[in-house]
């Protein structure tokens, strides 16, 4: 930090305190990975031609501006997989795709997000975050009937068109200028839109007529540059301040944490130090947790580790931040916690159980989950969109 305060110092040496005081806190900013400045690049204007493109899609098959040259029309949408309005608008795109596909319309998807900058926070309206390999999952999840193309990795497609929101859509013309940009339709929420503005712009396209509103205004989740990752770290880093505890629990309580009434899903595992499959598996529980505590989820668990063994289960959680509730049932009865928890289960562990607001068992795995069939049924349950 020396060498850059007399560097600044020989380049002006007048420059005011302010100046270098600045200076100094965007590359600290730089040193420690946290953003330095908000993106603002400009969004497409209405008359511009389309920048060209090569972006890899799901199917594998690399695209660009030329893949669409026979559509009278093309219509890009900037959207992603873990935006909760990105999702409330799939079903909607897949509609219009079918619906003006036969009329020289093309649809195509990109997805402008760096998967580095997406915050757990920010994944509790989903089970996938927004990496290639994510994006793939989704697009055979959804059935998508349009090219879902990644454009995470330098963004620079999306530095180009400017994008401020998921989902917005940019409508160009046969030659390639841009007619429309803005929203899809009115309302996020699924069957409540009254004006249908990519729709109304396409038709009058078709007809030969100038777009009556080129421009509409967005709402959404916005673009995650790469720049954010240092959000992400802090995020983790902040975990570590937060206090974590591990209490006892005997088969009445066991019993009232299943009946639960809580009003909320209960996700329930219990595991053990000495069980190598829990411990493997433990680091994908919290990160579920941090996806959806922020919303009717809540995640407990249940250590048969003896009572001797308290200190070192506790010592455990705390590796691994677990913040939630813990408990330790340390009772060598464990064939009577077998039954009080799920005569389903035969005893192995780990075991994990999603558990309704009315204390019905949901979902269920004995031995080792696969994080991403869980976090999909966690998320089915609680919701993919706003309410």
């Known amino acids: 930090m020396k060498i850059i305060i007399k560097f600044v110092i020989n380049i002006q040496p007048r420059i005011t305190m302010k100046i270098l005081f600045s200076f100094i806190l965007l590359f600290s900013g730089l040193l420690i990975g946290l953003p330095t400045r908000a993106e603002d690049f ?16 799901t199917d594998n098959k690399t695209y660009s501006l030329a893949s669409f040259s026979k559509s009278d029309i093309l219509v890009i949408i900037f959207t992603c997989n873990h935006c909760p309005t990105a999702q409330a608008y799939e079903d909607r795109i897949k509609d219009f795709t079918s619906q003006y596909k036969s009329k020289g319309v093309q649809l195509v998807a990109i997805s402008p997000n760096s998967d580095a900058a997406v915050r757990f926070d920010e994944l509790g309206y989903t089970d996938l ?8 999952m989704r697009s055979k999840d959804k059935a998508y009937n349009f090219p879902y193309l990644y ?9 180009k068109y400017g994008p401020v929101t998921t989902p917005q859509a940019f409508v160009f013309d046969k030659s390639r200028i841009l007619r429309y940009v803005g929203r899809i339709d009115d309302d996020e929420h699924i069957g409540r839109a009254k004006k249908f503005d990519l729709k109304e712009a396409v038709d009058q396209m078709l007809a030969g007529q100038a777009v009556k509103t080129p421009e509409t205004k967005v709402f959404g989740c916005s673009v995650k540059w790469k720049s954010k990752m240092g959000w992400k770290n802090q995020e983790v880093e902040s975990w570590k301040k937060e206090a974590v505890s591990l209490e006892q629990a005997d088969i009445p309580k066991i019993k009232e944490l299943i009946k639960n009434g809580s009003g909320n899903y209960r ?10 499959p829990c411990v493997t598996e433990f680091s994908s ?9 922020g919303r009717e989820f809540e995640f407990i668990t249940v250590t048969l580790d003896a009572k001797v063994s308290h200190d070192k289960a506790l010592n455990f ?3 691994k931040y677990a913040s939630n509730k813990n408990y330790i049932f340390g009772d060598e009865n464990k064939y009577e916690l077998i039954e009080a928890v799920d005569p389903k289960w035969q005893g192995a562990l780990p075991y994990t159980i999603l558990v309704s607001p009315l204390g019905e068992i949901v979902f269920r795995q004995m031995g080792i989950i696969e994080p991403l069939k869980l976090r999909k049924a966690i998320v089915e349950k609680i919701g993919r969109y706003y309410p």
């Not at 969004?43 to 890899?56: H, Q, V």
């Not at 996700?267 to 190598?276: D, E, H, P, R, V």
């Open 42 to 57: 400009k969004t497409l204007e209405i008359g511009s031609k389309a920048p060209d493109f090569s972006l890899k899609g």
């Open 129 to 136: 975050s927004d990496s290639f390999e994510e994006m793939q």
């Open 151 to 159: 454009d995470g990795d330098t963004q620079a497609v999306a530095e």
């Open 267 to 276: 996700l329930i595992n219990f595991w053990a130090t000495w069980c190598g």
């Open 285 to 293: 529980l919290v990160e579920s947790d941090r996806m959806y505590r």
């Open 317 to 319: 959680l705390k590796k």
